[in-house]
T-cell receptor, first 112, second 109 residues
Framework: KAGVTQTPRYLIKTRGQQVTLSCSPISGHRSVSWYQQTPGQGLQFLFEYFSETQRNKGNFPGRFSGRQFSNSRSEMNVSTLELGDSALYLC???????????FGPGTRLTVL | AQRVTQPEKLLSVFKGAPVELKCNYSYSGSPELFWYVQYSRQRLQLLLRHISRESIKGFTADLNKGETSFHLKKPFAQEEDSAMYYCALSAGGYQKVTFGTGTKLQVIP
């Protein structure tokens, strides 16, 4: 079974731009969660989608948004990028509920 | 609010020595606790979860509700155990997971 894939793997943007990251979950998984990982804050929960609906949201500003498609693929968008948004963005999928999460390799975003 | 605390950023032990990675949590309800591990240049992956009560790679973790702890233990450390370990808590009915800041385990040969 193919694992969670994330594209692109690396991104360099400048302040004020916007960015869209993509996540393809494991086949059959309906829950997709997004995390931001930084050296200072560690892993922080962004949001979780299940069957195209956002079920949970972390404490991030509205510049961070996401969506999930009918095939469970998910995208997250960050608008008006700030230097502090530089991080590794991880996506994780699970069957549903509080099942084991399977993580992707992450997208490394650098904001200059 | 839920919180997970891992007090040690780095834990160094000699090969063959016992290992205990500490994790304390705060949550008023019934949480589900996990340990995730990230080996060098690999993805974050589940090591074990408290409801399964199993031992993975020689590691065990017991949920102590009185002390709100979920410490990870292994009687004899191996070099291949060197990795970053994250304690995580899932609360409520859905997938909202809070991670600790992680502990880097370094096993000295």
């Amino acid at each position: 079974k193919a694992g969670v894939t994330q594209t692109p793997r690396y991104l360099i943007k400048t302040r004020g731009q916007q960015v869209t990251l993509s996540c393809s979950p494991i086949s059959g998984h309906r829950s997709v969660s997004w995390y931001q990982q930084t050296p200072g804050q560690g892993l922080q929960f962004l949001f979780e989608y299940f069957s195209e609906t956002q079920r949970n949201k972390g404490n991030f500003p509205g510049r961070f948004s996401g969506r999930q498609f009918s095939n469970s693929r998910s995208e997250m968008n960050v608008s008006t990028l700030e230097l502090g948004d530089s991080a590794l963005y991880l996506c994780a999928s699970s069957l549903a509920g509080r099942d084991t999460q399977y993580f992707g390799p992450g997208t490394r975003l650098t904001v200059l | 609010a839920q919180r997970v605390t891992q007090p040690e950023k780095l834990l160094s032990v000699f090969k063959g020595a016992p290992v205990e990675l500490k994790c304390n949590y705060s949550y008023s309800g019934s949480p589900e606790l996990f340990w995730y591990v990230q080996y060098s240049r690999q993805r974050l992956q589940l090591l074990l979860r408290h409801i399964s009560r199993e031992s993975i790679k020689g590691f065990t973790a017991d949920l102590n509700k009185g002390e709100t702890s979920f410490h990870l233990k292994k009687p004899f450390a191996q070099e291949e155990d060197s990795a970053m370990y994250y304690c995580a808590l899932s609360a409520g009915g859905y997938q909202k997971v809070t991670f600790g800041t992680g502990t880097k385990l370094q096993v000295i040969p």
